[in-house]
Structures are given as structure tokens and as C-alpha cells.
């Protein structure tokens, strides 16, 4: 199991198309801290850099969402792809 499976497990049972998580809530669905460069909008892009990985990415976009950093808020915004 990935460390990121939690969240694409939780985001796939949401009904809702649009939405708003604190880095507190995924922390907790997580089980773990995210790292220090969530803060940064990079971190959350819905594209892939060539030659990089990113599992949190395809944690959420597996569950057909993209993630949208709020700046300054410790918030996440994401919106349903699929």
C-alpha cells in the first residue's frame, strides 16, 4: 500500500464535485505529516514533469480530482476531472 492510497481512497468516495480539505484533514486520513514542500504550489501541480514522479499526484488524479493549493491557508481545493 502506497502512503498516499488513504487520500485516493478518500477522494473516490467523495460525491461532492468540488471541494475543500485543511492539511490537517489529509494528515489524518494520511496516517503521516505531509512533507514541508506541500506548502508549495508545485508540489500539488496535475501535471507531470518528464523524468519526475510524484505518487501524491496520481493518488488524486487516480481518483479523478485535481488538487489546487490555497495559498497561505494549509488548504486544498480539489475539483473532480472525471
Known amino acids: 500500500m502506497g502512503k498516499y492510497d488513504p487520500l485516493r481512497d478518500y477522494l473516490r468516495r467523495q460525491r461532492a464535485d468540488e471541494f475543500e480539505l485543511t492539511f490537517a484533514d489529509i494528515e489524518r486520513r494520511l496516517g503521516a505529516m505531509l512533507p514541508r514542500s506541500a506548502d508549495r504550489p508545485q508540489w500539488w501541480a496535475n501535471v507531470s514533469d518528464p523524468g519526475t514522479t510524484h ?24 475539483r473532480r476531472t472525471m
Open 55 to 78: 505518487v501524491q499526484r496520481e493518488a488524486w488524479r487516480a481518483a479523478g480530482f485535481d488538487a489546487f493549493l490555497i495559498a497561505g491557508k494549509d488548504r486544498v481545493r480539489f
